[in-house]
């Protein structure tokens, strides 16, 4: 099989390969069982109402209530996005306790610390801000939340990574990079043999120039596993690392 891909000649390029695994996502049989729901999972569906007044929708497959098991979805950051506002939602209203939050959450693998974090403390200042203060006046919840609950606030609040709005980057290629940096063998000695180049031949700065602004980028993306910050030709402190691997 793999001869007949490399070679460009087998029927199923283009198309969803089945000879990897027996099952699919919509076979029941293949994931029933495996998955039950968590005793915090929450059982209170929100005011639909209030959900479509703030713009804000169930993640397909993670309605509420949700039956018996959880069934596998194949993420996407839109998928992600739609979730953790709805979460916001519920908590930031009170109908959601934090564990349900969590238990909610946990079922679309969002497991970065950084966002749950934040979304949990965004959550809590909307209730000090407008649902608190407004509580015997619940038909302005909506007005107050909608603009709150866009994907330009929560950017804008760091609650969400830039990568989940950038649709140039989909979440198969977060498979690809690390793959890329250990099998081209970025190692230390890369960075020495760089690092003796850069000074040798007086790059530092127009390196610099070239490379921060690509580094500022990345750094936009908040993934929680990628430690970097801008290149700097004076940092030489050997406690903090090679100065060209961060």
């Given at each position: 099989?793999?001869?007949?891909?490399?070679?460009?000649?087998?029927?199923?390029?283009?198309?969803?390969?089945?000879?990897?695994?027996n099952w699919c996502y919509d076979d029941r049989k293949g994931w029933e069982g495996a998955w039950p729901v968590h005793d915090?999972?929450?059982?209170?569906?929100?005011?639909?109402?209030?959900?479509?007044?703030?713009?804000?929708?169930?993640?397909?497959?993670?309605?509420?209530?949700?039956?018996?098991?959880?069934?596998?979805?194949?993420?996407?950051?839109?998928?992600?996005?739609?979730?953790?506002?709805?979460?916001?939602?519920?908590?930031?209203?009170?109908?959601?306790?934090?564990?349900?939050?969590?238990?909610?959450?946990?079922?679309?693998?969002?497991?970065?610390?950084?966002?749950?974090?934040?979304?949990?403390?965004?959550?809590?200042?909307?209730?000090?801000?407008?649902?608190?203060?407004?509580?015997?006046?619940?038909?302005?919840?909506?007005?107050?939340?909608?603009?709150?609950?866009?994907?330009?606030?929560?950017?804008?609040?760091?609650?969400?990574?830039?990568?989940?709005?950038?649709?140039?980057?989909?979440?198969?290629?977060?498979?690809?990079?690390?793959?890329?940096?250990?099998?081209?063998?970025?190692?230390?000695?890369?960075?020495?043999?760089?690092?003796?180049?850069?000074?040798?031949?007086?790059?530092?700065?127009?390196?610099?120039?070239?490379?921060?602004?690509?580094?500022?980028?990345?750094?936009?993306?908040?993934?929680?596993?990628?430690?970097?910050?801008?290149?700097?030709?004076?940092?030489?402190?050997?406690?903090?690392?090679?100065?060209?691997?961060?």
């Open positions: 099989m793999v001869r007949r891909l490399l070679n460009k000649d087998d029927d199923t390029l283009g198309s969803v390969c089945d000879k990897c695994c915090s999972y929450p059982d209170q569906p929100l005011d639909q109402e209030l959900m479509d007044a703030v713009g804000v929708s169930y993640p397909k497959n993670r309605e509420i209530p949700i039956g018996t098991y959880i069934k596998p979805m194949k993420q996407t950051f839109p998928w992600l996005l739609s979730g953790v506002k709805l979460a916001i939602l519920a908590l930031a209203t009170r109908l959601w306790k934090k564990g349900e939050f969590d238990a909610y959450l946990s079922t679309f693998a969002v497991s970065d610390k950084i966002v749950i974090t934040r979304a949990k403390a965004y959550a809590d200042s909307l209730y000090d801000e407008i649902v608190k203060p407004l509580k015997q006046q619940r038909g302005e919840w909506a007005l107050r939340l909608k603009p709150k609950l866009a994907t330009e606030s929560l950017l804008e609040c760091g609650i969400i990574p830039f990568v989940w709005v950038n649709e140039s980057i989909s979440i198969p290629q977060f498979v690809e990079l690390p793959m890329h940096q250990l099998f081209l063998g970025t190692v230390k000695t890369i960075y020495d043999v760089m690092d003796e180049f850069i000074k040798g031949n007086k790059h530092g700065e127009s390196f610099a120039a070239f490379i921060n602004p690509y580094i500022s980028e990345i750094r936009r993306c908040g993934l929680s596993w990628c430690a970097i910050r801008e290149f700097d030709l004076g940092l030489a402190d050997p406690s903090r690392g090679h100065r060209l691997s961060h």
